[in-house]
């Protein structure tokens, strides 16, 4: 799980600076009010890779995408991205737990002398 959520994070690292830019051709948002935000998030996208398979990881994950999907206020096209990686952040934690399990069996399997 943690591969598949981790390259999702680092995804939607790249896509909050390019939407940083964007918001920047607003002319009511000041570039360091837009820069201070898009810089959170990027810091929280790149630490919640460290820590996605703690307690709460995959919680604070999902209150990022929903963060994601409201900055659509400020830049129209992050409704788009932020229910596209709001998917992909799903579709990660769904089936890295999948893969997880299946790792596990495997590993039970293999233990056993009688596993040939």
Do not use: N
Request: hydrophobic share 60%.
């Amino acid at each position: 799980m943690r591969t598949l959520c981790a390259s999702t994070l680092i995804g939607e690292f790249f896509v909050i600076g390019f939407a940083g830019l964007v918001a920047m051709k607003d002319a009511d948002l000041s570039s360091g009010t837009v820069w201070t935000v898009c810089g959170i998030a990027m810091f929280l996208c790149v630490a919640l890779c460290g820590v996605i398979t703690r307690p709460g990881g995959v919680a604070f994950g999902w209150a990022l995408q929903i963060a994601l999907i409201a900055s659509g206020v400020f830049v129209p096209a992050m409704y788009f991205m932020g229910v596209v990686f709001a998917l992909l952040w799903w579709a990660s934690v769904h089936f890295g737990r999948k893969v997880d399990e299946a790792k596990a069996r495997f590993a039970a399997q293999a233990g056993r002398p009688d596993a040939a």
